[in-house]
C-alpha cells in the first residue's frame, strides 16, 4: 500500500513541476516567473523527501536542507529586486 502512495507522490509532484516549467517559460511577468521557479523548487525538496521515504534513509536530507535554503534566499532577492524594479 505505501508503494502505491509514494508513486501517486511521484506522479503529482511530476505533474506540479511539469505546469511551474511552464509558468516559468511563458511568463508574462518577472514575478510569476519568480513564483514559478520557488514552486518549482518546492516540488523538488518534496520529490527528495518522497524518495527519501521510499529508500527508509536520511542520507538525502542535507540536499534537501540546501535546496530548501537556495530556494528562501533566491526567492526573497527576487521579491527584493521585483520591488526596487517597480513591480512589474
Known sequence: MIGVSIRIAFVLLTAASALFLWRLF???SVADRVIALDGLLIAVTC?????????????????VLVV?????VG?????RYIERRGGE
Not at 520529490?47 to 540536499?63: F, H, K, M, N
Not at 530548501?68 to 528562501?72: E, Q, S, W
Not at 526567492?75 to 521579491?79: F, P
Request: net charge negative; proline share 3%.
Open 68 to 72: 530548501a535554503l537556495v530556494a528562501f
Open 26 to 28: 511563458k511568463g508574462p
Open 47 to 63: 520529490g527528495i523527501l518522497v524518495e527519501t521515504a521510499r529508500e527508509d534513509s536520511v542520507t538525502s536530507l542535507d540536499t
Open 75 to 79: 526567492t526573497g532577492v527576487m521579491a
